[in-house]
C-alpha cells in the first residue's frame, strides 16, 4: 500500500498534432515521499491541470515515467491495464468542491468507494464511520449531504478520498472555499492523515493562507516543475 | 453494494413520482384513444348482436337498414315466416331523432318493435330495469345512455310515451342510445309529418280538382286518409331456425327479386367496413401520433433525468465506478418510471373511460401491449442517456 | 441492508407503490373478460294474475245521420248551427226551390190545359156517338151505305179512345204535379231523430248533388269508442267485459264503460282486432268524435300459477326462457309461457317451479359459464 509514494519522471503531454500542436507538459519531475504533504503551485495555463489529470490517471501523458509505490504505473505507455480500478484503489481526490452524491447519506458516500471494489456493506461502512469519526464527524453519519455546512462536507470529501488508504491523494484547491480557519482545518487533517496512513499527498493550490504550511512546495511555469523549500510554518 | 437507482429515487421521490404520474396520464389518454377505437368497432357489433337477429331482409340494392336508408313492406314479414328455416321473423323500423328531455335534447335511435313478446327479433335482449313493453302503445323502453328513468315521460312527435324498463349498451352504430317503442307507433313517428305539414298537405289536395269531384262525395277523405296511412318498415329481421345455414333460408328471400338479404358477417362487413371505417381511421391516425408523442416524452423525460445527474456521474467515474454500475443505475431508473407511467396509466384509463359520452373498450390485450411497449421503449430511450452518460469525461470533475 | 435508513420516507414510498400494484390488480379483475357480470336475481312466485288487453280507439257517434237533398239543388239557407241539438222533425234548412214553383205552376196549367183537352175528348165522344147511333139508324133503314157505317164506328172508336187518352193524361198531370209537391216539400231538410249537429258540410248557396251530405248529426247518446286491439295481444277478447277508458284530451281520468262487440271483421293490414266500447255513463261535456282514447278491458282474474316478471325471459340459440341461478352459476332453462297482465307478469306453464331463483336483471348479455356478481339493483340505475 504505501512505499515510495509517487515519483514523476519527464512527463510530457502532447494536445493535438502538427502545427496546432500544444505542448502542456514538457518534462515534469516531481516526487513525493509517503507521508509527506507538498503543494503544487503555478498560475493557469501551467499545465497544473493537465498534470493533476495525467497523475490521476485520467488521461494519457504522451511520455515520461510514474511510479506508485513500488509500481511503475506508466512508462511510455500505460503499465496497469484497469484504469478505474487504479483511480479507486490507488489514488484519491479531494476536490475545490465536495462533489459529494446528493442521493447517497453521508456514510453511504464514503462507503461507496470499498462497497465498488467488493468489500461488504457492513464492513464498508464501518470503515467509514471510522474515518469520519478521525475527521469528526461522525456525529453526520446519517444525514444528507445537503444539510452539511460546507467545512463538513469537505471533510466527508477527504473522508471519501481517504477510505480505499490509497496511497497517493490529489487535492486539487481543497481550501478555496473556505474562511482561514476551515482552511487550516483541512490543511492539518491532511497532515494528519498523511501521518497516520503514510500516504502522500499532492495539494494544488494559491491559497496564500496554507502555503507557508508546506515544507516542499513544486512550482511549475510553462509546463515544467521547479522544487523549492516551503516555509514549514506550524498548523495550530 | 447498495442500489444507486433506489437511492436516487427516495431522494427525489416527489419529482419522480410527479413525473411517473404525469407520464402516466399521456399513457392513460393513449389507452383511452386504443378504447375509444375498440369502442366503435364493439358498437357496430352490440348493435348486431342486440338485435337477435340473423338475417336482414331489405329494399333491393340498398346497404341498409344502418348504413342507407330501406323502406320495405310492412306485410311482407308473413311471407317470409313460412318459408322453411325461420324461426321467427320480424318488422322493425329505425329512425334516429332529437327526443326531448325535460328542457334538454337527447340524440337517440327511436326503434320500433312489432307487437308480440320478449323473445322476437328487435325486441332488447335482456333489461337492467323495470319491464318490457306489454302495451300496443305508448310505451317505451330506454337505454339508460339517454338519461331517462322509469316512469318518466318522453315525447315523440306527437305522443307521449311512459318509460317502462331500461337496458344498457343498446346503441346505434354511432354510439346514439336506443328507444324502443311499438312498432305502430314508430311508423307513426317516421312517415307521418307534423301538423303543419299535414294541414298544407290537405289544402293542397283539397285545391286538386282530380281529387275534389263534387259528384263523388267521399273522394277527397279516401285520398286524405291514404295520405296519411304508412305502410312501410325499414327491414325485417330474421331468425333462423337451428339446422339450417343461413344461406339455405336467404336464397329464396332473395330470390323474390324486390329483396337483399344480408347475413351477420356481410352486416359487420357493411358497419364496420363502410359505416364506421373513416372514423375508424381516423382515430386509428391518432393513436399512432399520441404513441409517437409518448415515445419521445419518455426518451426525453429519461434523458433529463440523466442529464441534471451528469455532475455526480462524472464524479462517480473519476472515483473508479465501473461503466456498467452506471449503466445499471440509468436503466433501473428508466423501467421503474415506466412501471409507474403504466400503472397510472392503466388505472386513470379504468376510471376515465365510464366518463365519455361513448362507449370506451378497454380490453386487456391493449393493456399488456401497452405494458410491453412502455418498458422496451423505457429501456431504449435509457440506452441513449447511457450512451452520453458513459461518454462523460471524468475529467470534467477537475476543473480546468 | 441492517437498517433502512430513512424509515419514514422509504415507508411511504413502499406504500405509494404497494397501493399502486393493488390498484393495478384490482382493476385487471374487475374489468375485462374475467369480469363478473351484475345481476338481479328474483324468485319464481305464486300469483293470480289479472290479464288485460290495451287498445287505441276513437270517440265515434254510433249512428251518424247525412242530411242531404234528393236531387241537385242549391242550398238555400241552414237554420243551425254545428254543436245544436235539435229535435226529431225540427227543420235544419232549406234547399232552393229554383224554378221548382214555376214548374208547379206550370204543371197546374198543364192539368187546365188537359182539362180542356178532356173536355174537348169528351164533347167529340158525344158526337162521334150521335153519329154513329145516327148512321145505324140510317144503315137500318138503308139510307146509307155500309161503309159509311163502319167509319162512323170507327170514328166513334177513336174517339173513345181519344177520350180515355185525355183522361189519363190528365191524370199523368195531375201525378207529376203531386210528384213537384212531394219534392217542394222535400227541399226542407228535417232531423229525422234527436241528437246534435255534427258538421255543415255546404254553406247556404253551394250547389250539391243528389246524396251530398249538407248537414250531418249525430245522437250524442250513441257515442262509442271504436277500439283497436293487436290481434296477438287480443286473447279473450269478449263482450261484456268491463273496460277503463282515459280520453286523450283528459289523461287523468279514468272512465268507465264496457266492451259492446268485438266486430265480426277484423283489420288484416294492419292486424288488428275491431271492437266497439260504450260508456256507462257519457261524460260531460262530451268528448269530440274522432278523439283518441286509450282503453284497457280488464279479463276476469286467472288462478294462482307460478308467474315471472317478463323483463328475465331471454332468447338463446332460438329458444325461450330464463337463466336460472344454479350453485352460483347461470343455466338457461327453456320455458313454456302461458298468460301475461299488463304489469309485465308472465305464467310460467312448464320449465320452473315455485321458488326456483331466476336472473331478471343483467348489465351485460349472459353466456354459460359468466360469473355472476348479485346485486340488489344494477349499478348506474338509480332508484
New interface residues.
Given amino acids: 500500500m504505501s512505499g515510495h509514494g509517487i515519483r514523476i519522471e519527464g512527463l510530457k503531454k502532447r494536445y493535438g498534432s502538427g502545427e496546432t500542436a500544444v505542448d502542456a507538459l514538457k518534462g515534469v519531475d516531481m516526487q513525493v515521499a509517503p507521508g509527506e504533504v507538498v503543494g503544487l503551485i503555478g498560475p493557469s495555463g501551467s499545465g497544473k491541470s493537465t498534470l493533476l489529470k495525467c497523475l490521476g490517471a485520467v488521461i494519457t501523458p504522451t511520455a515520461g515515467r510514474m511510479t506508485l509505490g513500488n509500481d511503475v504505473i506508466y512508462d511510455d505507455g500505460w503499465k496497469v491495464r484497469d484504469l478505474r480500478a487504479l483511480r479507486r484503489d490507488k489514488i484519491g481526490f479531494v476536490f475545490q468542491a465536495p462533489y459529494l452524491i446528493p442521493f447517497l447519506?453521508v456514510t453511504?458516500n464514503v462507503a461507496l468507494l470499498p462497497m465498488l471494489a467488493g468489500v461488504p456493506?457492513?464492513e464498508s461502512r464501518r470503515r467509514a464511520l471510522e474515518l469520519l469519526t478521525a475527521l469528526d464527524v461522525q456525529h453526520r453519519a446519517?444525514a444528507m449531504p445537503a444539510q452539511l455546512s460546507g467545512g463538513e462536507q469537505q471533510r466527508v470529501a477527504i473522508a471519501r478520498g481517504l477510505i480505499n488508504r490509497p496511497p497517493v491523494i490529489l487535492a486539487d484547491e481543497p481550501t478555496a472555499p473556505l474562511d482561514s480557519e476551515r482552511a487550516m482545518a483541512v490543511i492539518r487533517i491532511l497532515n494528519e492523515m498523511a501521518q497516520k496512513y503514510e500516504t502522500a499527498i499532492i495539494v494544488v493550490t494559491h491559497d496564500e493562507k496554507i502555503i507557508p504550511t508546506f515544507k516542499r512546495i513544486y512550482h511549475i511555469r510553462d509546463g515544467v516543475t521547479y522544487e523549492e523549500a516551503g516555509e514549514g510554518k506550524s498548523i495550530t | 453494494m447498495?442500489s444507486l437507482a433506489g437511492r436516487d429515487?427516495?431522494h427525489t421521490?416527489g419529482k419522480f413520482?410527479f413525473t411517473g404520474v404525469g407520464l402516466g396520464l399521456l399513457i392513460g389518454v393513449t389507452l383511452v384513444m386504443a378504447g375509444v377505437y375498440r369502442g366503435m368497432i364493439d358498437d357496430g357489433k352490440a348493435l348486431l348482436?342486440n338485435s337477435?337477429a340473423d338475417l336482414w331482409v331489405v329494399q333491393k340494392d340498398t346497404l341498409g337498414p344502418y348504413a342507407e336508408s330501406s323502406s320495405v313492406y310492412d306485410?311482407l314479414w308473413r311471407g317470409i315466416r313460412t318459408i322453411p328455416g325461420v324461426?321467427?321473423a320480424a318488422n322493425i323500423t329505425y329512425l334516429t331523432m332529437q327526443v326531448a328531455k325535460g328542457d334538454k335534447d337527447v340524440r337517440v335511435m327511436v326503434v320500433g318493435i312489432m307487437?308480440?313478446?320478449?323473445?322476437l327479433p328487435g325486441w332488447p335482449?335482456?333489461?337492467?330495469?323495470?319491464?318490457?313493453i306489454?302495451?300496443?302503445?305508448?310505451e317505451a323502453v330506454a337505454d339508460?345512455a339517454t338519461g331517462f328513468?322509469l316512469g318518466d315521460t318522453l315525447t315523440i312527435r306527437r305522443n307521449h310515451y311512459t318509460v317502462?324498463?331500461?337496458t344498457?349498451?343498446m346503441v346505434s352504430s354511432g354510439g346514439d342510445p336506443m328507444v324502443f317503442i311499438p312498432l305502430?307507433d314508430a311508423q307513426e313517428a317516421q312517415f307521418l309529418k307534423d301538423n303543419d305539414a299535414i294541414l298544407m298537405q290537405r289544402r293542397r289536395t283539397e285545391a286538386n280538382p282530380a281529387f275534389n269531384r263534387?259528384?263523388v262525395?267521399g273522394l277527397l277523405d279516401a285520398v286524405i286518409a291514404s295520405q296519411t296511412t304508412n305502410?312501410y318498415v325499414n327491414a325485417v329481421l330474421v331468425?333462423?331456425?337451428?339446422g339450417y345455414t343461413p344461406q339455405e333460408v336467404a336464397e329464396p328471400i332473395r330470390r323474390w327479386k324486390r329483396l337483399t338479404v344480408y347475413d351477420r358477417a356481410q352486416m359487420e362487413g357493411i358497419l364496420i367496413g363502410k359505416l364506421i371505417a373513416t372514423a375508424a381511421k381516423q382515430i386509428g391516425m391518432f393513436l399512432v401520433i399520441l404513441a409517437a408523442v409518448s415515445v419521445a416524452i419518455i426518451a426525453f423525460i429519461i434523458y433529463t433525468l440523466t442529464m441534471d445527474k451528469i455532475r455526480e456521474i462524472a464524479v462517480l467515474k473519476l472515483i473508479g465506478t465501473r461503466n456498467r454500475t452506471i449503466a445499471a443505475m440509468i436503466m433501473q431508473q428508466a423501467l421503474a418510471l415506466g412501471l409507474?407511467g403504466f400503472?397510472?396509466g392503466?388505472?386513470t384509463a379504468?376510471f376515465a373511460a365510464p366518463l365519455f359520452p361513448k362507449y370506451v373498450l378497454?380490453?386487456?390485450q391493449d393493456?399488456i401491449v401497452g405494458f410491453i411497449a412502455v418498458m422496451v421503449i423505457s429501456a431504449l430511450a435509457s440506452l441513449a442517456a447511457i450512451r452520453m452518460a458513459l461518454k462523460v469525461d471524468p475529467a470534467e470533475a477537475i476543473g480546468g | 441492508?441492517?437498517i433502512l435508513?430513512?424509515q419514514g420516507?422509504?415507508l411511504a414510498?413502499v406504500a405509494?407503490?404497494v397501493s399502486?400494484?393493488a390498484?393495478?390488480f384490482y382493476?385487471?379483475l374487475r374489468?375485462?373478460?374475467l369480469a363478473p357480470v351484475a345481476v338481479t336475481v328474483a324468485a319464481v312466485e305464486n300469483r293470480a294474475i289479472q290479464p288485460a288487453l290495451?287498445?287505441?280507439g276513437k270517440v265515434q257517434a254510433r249512428y251518424t245521420y247525412l242530411i242531404g237533398p234528393t236531387f241537385a239543388g242549391r242550398v238555400k239557407r241552414l237554420d243551425v248551427h254545428v254543436s245544436d241539438r235539435v229535435k226529431a222533425g225540427q227543420v235544419l234548412g232549406e234547399m232552393d226551390p229554383v224554378d221548382l214553383d214555376d214548374r208547379i205552376r206550370a204543371q197546374q196549367a198543364a192539368i187546365k190545359s188537359g182539362e180542356a183537352a178532356l173536355r174537348q175528348a169528351q164533347v167529340k165522344r158525344v158526337f162521334a156517338q150521335t153519329q154513329a147511333t145516327r148512321y145505324e139508324k140510317l144503315l137500318a133503314a138503308r139510307g146509307t151505305s155500309e161503309e159509311v157505317v163502319v167509319t162512323k164506328r170507327q170514328e166513334l172508336a177513336v174517339a173513345d179512345a181519344a177520350l180515355a187518352a185525355a183522361r189519363d193524361e190528365l191524370n199523368r198531370f195531375r201525378a207529376d204535379l203531386q210528384g213537384l209537391r212531394a219534392q217542394r216539400s222535400n227541399l226542407s231538410l228535417i232531423a229525422p231523430v234527436d241528437g246534435l249537429v255534427s258538421v255543415r258540410d255546404a254553406a247556404p248557396g253551394t250547389?250539391?248533388?243528389a246524396?251530398?251530405?249538407v248537414v250531418e248529426m249525430i245522437d250524442p247518446a250513441s257515442l262509442w269508442i271504436d277500439t283497436r286491439?293487436?290481434q296477438?295481444?287480443a286473447t279473450g277478447l269478449a263482450a261484456n267485459l268491463p273496460a277503463e277508458i282515459v280520453l286523450r284530451s283528459r289523461q287523468g281520468e279514468i272512465l268507465q264503460g264496457h266492451l259492446l262487440r268485438v266486430d265480426p271483421l277484423a283489420d288484416s293490414?294492419?292486424?288488428e282486432t275491431l271492437a266497439k266500447i260504450v260508456f256507462t255513463k257519457i261524460p260531460e261535456p262530451l268528448p269530440p268524435v274522432g278523439e283518441l282514447a286509450?282503453v284497457t278491458v280488464q279479463l276476469p282474474e286467472l288462478p294462482v300459477a307460478p308467474v315471472i316478471?317478463?323483463?328475465a325471459?331471454?332468447?338463446v340459440?332460438?329458444r325461450?326462457g330464463v337463466w336460472k341461478v344454479e350453485g352460483g352459476k347461470p343455466v338457461f332453462t327453456p320455458v313454456v309461457?302461458g298468460r301475461?297482465?299488463?304489469?309485465?307478469h308472465v305464467q310460467v306453464k312448464q320449465g320452473l317451479s315455485v321458488g326456483d331463483r331466476i336472473i331478471?336483471?343483467?348489465?351485460?348479455?349472459?353466456h354459460q359459464g359468466s360469473n355472476l356478481h348479485i346485486v340488489e339493483?344494477?349499478p348506474?340505475?338509480?332508484p
Fill in positions: 447519506d453511504d456493506n457492513d446519517r | 447498495i429515487i427516495l421521490w413520482v348482436d337477435g306485410d324461426a321467427a307487437a308480440g313478446e320478449p323473445g335482449p335482456y333489461l337492467v330495469a323495470g319491464r318490457q306489454t302495451r300496443g302503445h305508448y339508460i328513468k317502462v324498463g331500461l344498457r349498451r305502430k263534387p259528384g262525395p305502410n331468425r333462423i331456425a337451428p409507474i400503472a397510472v392503466k388505472i379504468t378497454l380490453i386487456s393493456a | 441492508m441492517k435508513p430513512f420516507r422509504t414510498l405509494v407503490i399502486l400494484l390498484l393495478l382493476v385487471a374489468s375485462g373478460p290495451f287498445g287505441i250547389t250539391v248533388v246524396g251530398q251530405a286491439f293487436d296477438i295481444n293490414v294492419t292486424e286509450e316478471p317478463n323483463a325471459i331471454r332468447e340459440d332460438g325461450r309461457f301475461h297482465d299488463l304489469q309485465g331478471v336483471y343483467s348489465e351485460k348479455a349472459l339493483r344494477i348506474g340505475v338509480s
